[in-house]
Structure formats: structure tokens, C-alpha cells
């Protein structure tokens, strides 16, 4: 079934064209990603479709009972509700009908209703058509999803009564999307809704995403959440989309076979076109074979010219290199805690990075990952322990916020100021490279986007030449072509490399090892974060199962040590696992459906004249059902964590 489709949609700034006869639709289950270069159009296009803003043409189309939520960019939700409260309020229909049917429980109960049984069958019809509803509707689901979906977005450990108005511009973004999920409209807009979630989050929110009941529409920079999310992918580019079946990587192989037949219809065009022309030159004076040239004139004049196709994207192109290479060791870092005077972040820190290794730093958000950085590189002071630069060590730091750059200052000025020999004809070639040509360069840097700042901020950094890396963030505000571009250039980088960054692909392509903090030490794991994580999810069952032998010795006894177990052991205890937690969820599944059945059986059998003339029996079937509601609440908070898990 389509649930939305934009027919022609045209929209304009003045004179500038944003989208042209663009056409795109949305049907049941679908999971599509939008892409383009920054200032495509992408966000215009979302507000467009969640109705947020006007088109010059066009049409919209979509059924009357599809629902559409949109989450902005950072759009964080504002309130003077606590956070249990917000959530609440997604469900209030629900909780009024809930006092309905309380309310009717207790009429069934009272004796003068007992008393006159048309009455009481009446009231007993309702409420038999009201919980069906009720059920149908989420009514017993409804606070366990609550806490599953909070749970899942990092507010666990927050006190649900925190009022909204306090948290940070992060948590409110978070709370947005937790609200918006709840909701569960028809279709999810959704405009880079990874933005300020960790890994472990990210990870969460693909999953619920590919089990949401509705369709989605994602705008994201993050290759690793498209690729495991999206089946289809529209690309805004010269103002119009193309659609193409499959994920990011699918989208990148179809769209450059696509590209290769364009430029080899084009060339073959153009070959016609030279040809005919030359004919047409050649006889069209002759009198024998004037005709015929006309004939090919008029060949020529009818011909419907194929435009020159993309060859690429307008896109940064750039490298890095070393003025001289540092010693062998770059890096010693040995028992540092790192933080603030009043909250220490991370202690017991030991570590050694040697050079050419591309170090990836993970953990959750706030163990202060970006915090060892500054430490580092001597913004902040260590609060324990000591670190020290290994011989010719030379640093190149990327701060995510761009401290480093000056407001007031013109693009052109803030690399010319820092670099004085350069001739202003070299630094604008440099900038040009960074995409900033023409007055371009007479922009003050308080001016620019997030991702102009970011390319103002590498070109500093490709200038200094130095030996070691730090970078925190550097992806962030970065399309998804400069992206690659970056990439390249720190895989083909002959130096060292110590970087903070939640993009997944990312960290899978450049990091040659992980080092995951947390607030008592740190783990090294010498591999790319598919590595990782493969190991992490070893570690965790092996821990599980440490912790089940531990259960079992006898009171008293230390448990024994278990010797280590080969790969093909431990595969074969995963597995056994997963069958575990496969049957628990089956018994839970079929647990709900019994006493679901048994709830719609009871509320069958009070329909009876002999049951709801009976008070005694009548109050029994209710007690019932009350009992067994309850239950399906209590399974249904056991199959979300295990469905987590």
C-alpha cells in the first residue's frame, strides 16, 4: 500500500532552484534513506513531506488515516513535564480508556447493577467491547514500551521524574525521538537522528528501527546505520532524486554502473552529433547534396540532447603528510586519571600507542573520551598520573568544536594569519581543494555551517604536517563524500593517529585498534571495530556463563576457575544460549496468549445469567482478570528485556 506520494515537488529561494520535478513514494514497511551533498535539499524536502513548509509545486498525496511524525535536526523537546509524564501523555487516550473500564468493573461489582440483569448485561457488553479495544490497542503494552524505548535511549538510570526543562540539549533531542517512537506514526521522518547517540545506542535504535510496524524516511550521514537499516535510497543531486533499490553500499555500485552507461549513451550521442555535423558542413552547399544535408539539419534540430553526466560530486579533495617521522614510540601513558576538579572521569589509564598505529578510543558518552584528548594535548591538566611524548613527536589536533578557529576572522585570513610565507594565490588554491572558491573566502568564520567550519579546521590541520594525529570527531558536519575523502586521506596518512568518533564505518575503516575506556581503566583490542565487537560479545557470554557456574557451587565454596575454552567451545555455548533465550521468548509469547485467551473466556462466561446473576462468582471471574492482566504486564517487561538483550 503507498502511504505518501509527492508528485513534480518544485521549491525555491528566489532565484535559486532548491528541488526540481522531484517525484518519490512511500509504501507499507519501507525503510528508505535520503542522501545528497550538504545543501541538497535533503531537510527542505522532510519539511516539505511532514508539512512543515510550502512547495511552488507539485502534489502531496496520502490516505487520511496515515499518520506522519517528523524529528528535525536537534530539535529538542521543550516541556514543563517531567520525563515519565511526557511519555505518559503519548498514551492518554489509552489511560482514560483504562479508567473507563475500571469504572465499569466496579458498576459490575455493585450490587444494584447485580440485581437487575438487563442492566447489568448491558454494562457487561461495554466493557467486554471496550477491553477488546483496549487490548487491541496496546492497553496492557503500553508502560512496558514506555520503559523499553527510555531504556534504550539512555534514561535508565535517570529518575523519571526529572523535570524535561533540566536536561541537556542532547537528552532533550533523545527524549524527542523516545517520544516520537512511542507515538508510532504511520511513517517516521527522521533528519539525522543519530546525532548525540554512543555506539551502544545507535546499535539499540537500529534494531527497534527494523522492527518498527510503520515506514521510515532517514536522512543520516552514518553509512553503518543506512546500510543496516534502509532497503531503498533516493539521492537529491542537481535538484532532482533517484530512487534505487537496496542499502547505502547496494546504492553506490548501482548508482556507478548507472553512471557508466550515462556517459557511454552520451559519448555515443555525441559521436552522432560530430558526425552529422560534419556531414551537414560538408554538402550543404553542394547542390546534388543539399537535400540530404537538410534532411540531417533537420535530424539534428529534433534531437533531444543527453546532458554531460556527474563524474563526481562536487566534493573536498585533500591529504595529509609528515614533515619527519617520530620515533618508534609516540606515546606512553601510565596510571592517568583525567577529568574535572569535582568529577573524575576515567582513572588507572595505561597505555602505549607506537607509530603508524590508528587508534580508536570508544565508550560510552561522558567517560570522557574527548576529555583524554584535551589532556593529551595539554588543554586540560591531568588530575593523576603522567604521560609523556615519545622523540620527534610532533601534534595535529581537531577539536569537534573548532575552538581553535576565530569568529572574526575571514576564511582566507584564519589559514593566511597561521601561515604568512604561503603566497595568497597557494592558500587560495588550499581552500579551493576544501571547496571554497571565489568570495568564498571572504566569509568570516562565524558565518559558516558546521561543515564548512569542519573543512576550514582540515586544511589547518593538512598544513601543519605533523607526525601524530589527534582527532575528536572529525566526521561531524562532514556529507557522506567528504567523508570518504577523509577517510582515504587518514588511511593513505603516513603517521599516527588517536581518534574519538561514533561513526561506526569509520572507526571499521581506519582504526587498526580499539581502546575502550571506562572509569577505572582501560582494555586494548588489537583489531577494527568489527573486531570489536565480536570480541565484546565473546567476553560477555563467557562472563555469563562464569557467573551461571558460579551460581551453582555449593554455599561457602569459592567457585572453581574454569579452564579456557577453545573458539569452537565457546561457539557452540553461544549458540546453546541463543536457543535459551529463543525458547524463553517462545514460552513468554505463548504465556501471553494464554491468558489472553483465558481473559476473553472469563469475560464470556460473565455474560452467563447463571454467572452474573451469581455476585460471588461474577466478582471471582473479575478477580481473574485482574490477576492475569497483571501477569501479561509483568511477561511483557521480561520478553522486552530479553528482546534487548
Request: proline residues 3%.
Amino acid at each position: 500500500m503507498i502511504l505518501l506520494q509527492a508528485e513534480h515537488i518544485q521549491k525555491s529561494y528566489g532565484i535559486d532552484i532548491i528541488l526540481q520535478d522531484i517525484s518519490l513514494q512511500i509504501q507499507t514497511g519501507e525503510r528508505i534513506g535520503l542522501v545528497g551533498v550538504n545543501g541538497a535539499g535533503k531537510s527542505t524536502l522532510m519539511k516539505i513531506l511532514a508539512g512543515q513548509l510550502s512547495y511552488d509545486s507539485g502534489v502531496i498525496r496520502k490516505p487520511k488515516e496515515v499518520t506522519i511524525g517528523y524529528l528535525a535536526q536537534d530539535s529538542g523537546l521543550e516541556s514543563d513535564r517531567t520525563i515519565q509524564e511526557e511519555m505518559l501523555s503519548v498514551f492518554a487516550h489509552l489511560q482514560e480508556e483504562e479508567r473507563e473500564l475500571r469504572r465499569l468493573e466496579a458498576l459490575m461489582g455493585d450490587a444494584a447493577v447485580l440485581a437487575d440483569p438487563k442492566r447489568y448485561e448491558q454494562i457487561l457488553e461495554e466493557y467486554s467491547r471496550r477491553s477488546e479495544a483496549f487490548k487491541e490497542n496496546g492497553g496492557y503494552s503500553y508502560e512496558a514500551n514506555i520503559r523499553g524505548v527510555l531504556h534504550g535511549l539512555r534514561f535508565a538510570d535517570m529518575d523519571a521524574d526529572t523535570p524535561i526543562r533540566t536536561l541537556s540539549g542532547g537528552q532533550k533531542t533523545r527524549l524527542a525521538l523516545a517520544k516520537l517512537l512511542l507515538q508510532a506514526p504511520s511513517i517516521l521522518l527522521l533528519d539525522e537522528p543519530t546525532n548525540y547517540l554512543d555506539i551502544e545506542t545507535l546499535t539499540w535504535l537500529e534494531t527497534y528501527l527494523q522492527n518498527y510496524p510503520g515506514a521510515i524516511l532517514v536522512v543520516s550521514h552514518d553509512r553503518y546505520f543506512l546500510d543496516k537499516l534502509v532497503t531503498v535510497v533516493y539521492e537529491i543531486e542537481r535538484t532532482r532524486a533517484t530512487r534505487y533499490p537496496g542499502n547505502y553500499s547496494q546504492f553506490l555500485d548501482l548508482k556507478a554502473a548507472k553512471l557508466e552507461q550515462e556517459w557511454k549513451r552520451f559519448e555515443k550521442q555525441q559521436e552522432e552529433i560530430a558526425r552529422l555535423e560534419d556531414f551537414i558542413a560538408r554538402n550543404i552547399a553542394r547542390a546534388s547534396t543539399t537535400k540530404r544535408a537538410q534532411s540531417r539539419r533537420k535530424t539534428l534540430e529534433k534531437m533531444e540532447r543527453l546532458e554531460r553526466p556527474i563524474l563526481q560530486n562536487k566534493s573536498a579533495h585533500f591529504s595529509f603528510d609528515i614533515a619527519k617521522m617520530s620515533g618508534n614510540l609516540v606515546i606512553k601513558v601510565d596510571d592517568l586519571s583525567v577529568g574535572y576538579p569535582d568529577a573524575v572521569l576515567s582513572r588507572h589509564l595505561t597505555f602505549e600507542i607506537e607509530r603508524e598505529e590508528r587508534v580508536a578510543l570508544v565508550g560510552p558518552n561522558g567517560i570522557g573520551k574527548s576529555t583524554l584528548l584535551k589532556t593529551i594535548v595539554e588543554k586540560l591538566p591531568a588530575l593523576a598520573g603522567s604521560f609523556r611524548l615519545g622523540s620527534n613527536v610532533t601534534i595535529g589536533y581537531y577539536d569537534q568544536e573548532h575552538r581553535e578557529l576565530h569568529e572574526g576572522k575571514t576564511v582566507l585570513a584564519e589559514i593566511w594569519d597561521d601561515y604568512p610565507h604561503m603566497l595568497e594565490k597557494e592558500v587560495r588554491t588550499l581552500l579551493g581543494n576544501f571547496l571554497f572558491s571565489g568570495d568564498d573566502v571572504q566569509k568570516k568564520i562565524g558565518e559558516l555551517s558546521g561543515g564548512e567550519r569542519a573543512r576550514v579546521s582540515l586544511a589547518k590541520l593538512m598544513l601543519k604536517q605533523a607526525n601524530f594525529l589527534i582527532l575528536d570527531e572529525p566526521t561531524n558536519h562532514l556529507d557522506l563524500y567528504s567523508k570518504e575523502v577523509l577517510e582515504n586521506a587518514l588511511f593513505d596518512y603516513p603517521g599516527t593517529i588517536l581518534f574519538v568518533s561514533h561513526d561506526r564505518y569509520f572507526l571499521n575503516k581506519i582504526a587498526t585498534r580499539v581502546l575502550e575506556l571506562s572509569p577505572d581503566g582501560v582494555t586494548s583490542y588489537l583489531g577494527n571495530y568489527d573486531y570489536y565487537v565480536e570480541k565484546k560479545e565473546e567476553l560477555a557470554l563467557l562472563a555469563s556463563e562464569a557467573a551461571v557456574t558460579a551460581g551453582q557451587g555449593r554455599k561457602g565454596e569459592a567457585p572453581a576457575i574454569a579452564p579456557e575454552k577453545s573458539s569452537y567451545e565457546q561457539d557452540k555455548e553461544a549458540k546453546r544460549r541463543e536457543r535459551q533465550r529463543q525458547k524463553r521468548l517462545e514460552e513468554i509469547e505463548a504465556g501471553i496468549a494464554e491468558r489472553e485467551a483465558a481473559i476473553a473466556r472469563w469475560e464470556e462466561e460473565l455474560c452467563l445469567p447463571e454467572v452474573y446473576s451469581d455476585h460471588v462468582q461474577a466478582k471471582e471471574r473479575n478477580d481473574r482478570i485482574q490477576q492475569a492482566k497483571a501477569e501479561i504486564d509483568k511477561l511483557y517487561e521480561e520478553w522486552s528485556e530479553l528482546s534487548e538483550s
